[in-house]
């Protein structure tokens, strides 16, 4: 009878070490898990700052290669504003034109005449605002539903016009308001839009072909 209660304590406690056993290595699974999650996380963010970061160098270049076109020469900075919408997402590509934007406030002549707070003064200011804006409508619209050409060809232009809609009102304001210099409408249009927007209109083409391109890249390096 000993040794049978003997025997049925040696089986129970063996049962409970291993049942203590698979508990701590359960737990350490989780931790290593959690780990796990944690390192991704890491190399999430720190692949997203880098891809930021490309970006707003990819619009501060953009600033400066010049299209010598007739009548109306134009720059290849709405071209990376827009790609920044189409292949980082609405969010991080309004960030890295953001920044872009900051740091030209900040002083660094890196915007087409220049930099510093004093630019906020400019009639083409708004255009600027308009990039931060237009990126974020480009994203959304791109990132809402499958990624044809045809989702990448109405993104890219519901940027474009969000960028003149922008840049045309803040014309108008400063030249009215700031500088005491009223333009009319059909100037603003004229001038600010009818004869600037060819250029950007076979940006938005080159965008949504690029971007239909690229955004598997894009995707690849998300997993």
Same mark, same amino acid.
């Given at each position: 009878?000993?040794?049978?209660?003997h025997s049925e304590v040696k089986i129970n406690y063996c049962h409970l070490i291993l049942k203590i056993w698979l508990t %701590? /290595?359960?737990? +350490?699974? %989780?931790? %290593?898990?959690?780990?796990?999650? &944690?390192? %991704?996380?890491?190399? &999430?963010? &720190? /692949?997203d700052m880098i891809l930021t970061a490309l970006f707003t160098a990819l619009i501060t270049a953009g600033a400066y290669i010049r299209i010598p076109?007739?009548?109306?020469?134009? &720059?290849?900075?709405?071209?990376f504003t827009t790609l920044a919408g189409v292949l980082l997402g609405s969010r991080k590509g309004a960030a890295a034109v953001g920044i872009y934007v900051i740091l030209g406030l900040a002083g660094l002549p890196i915007f087409t005449s220049g930099g510093g707070i004093g630019y906020v003064f400019q009639p083409t200011f708004g255009y600027l605002l308009g990039f931060i804006v237009g990126a974020f409508v480009t994203g959304v619209i791109t990132h809402s539903g499958p990624v044809t050409f045809r989702r990448l060809l109405t993104a890219c232009f519901a940027g474009l016009f969000t960028v003149y809609a922008m840049g045309m009102l803040y014309y108008?304001?400063?030249? /009215?308001?700031?500088?005491?210099?009223?333009?009319?409408?059909w100037s603003l249009f004229l001038y600010c839009f009818l004869l600037a927007v060819p250029g950007d209109i076979c940006l938005c083409i080159l965008s949504a072909v690029l +971007?239909? /391109?690229?955004?598997?890249?894009?995707?690849?390096?998300s997993t």
């Open positions: 009878m000993d040794k049978y209660i %701590i /290595r359960s737990e +350490g699974d %989780i931790i %290593i898990d959690r780990k796990e999650v &944690t390192v %991704i996380k890491n190399s &999430t963010r &720190t /692949r076109v007739p009548v109306c020469p134009f &720059t290849l900075q709405f071209l108008w304001l400063i030249s /009215r308001f700031w500088l005491g210099q009223p333009i009319g409408l +971007g239909k /391109r690229l955004l598997p890249v894009f995707k690849n390096l």
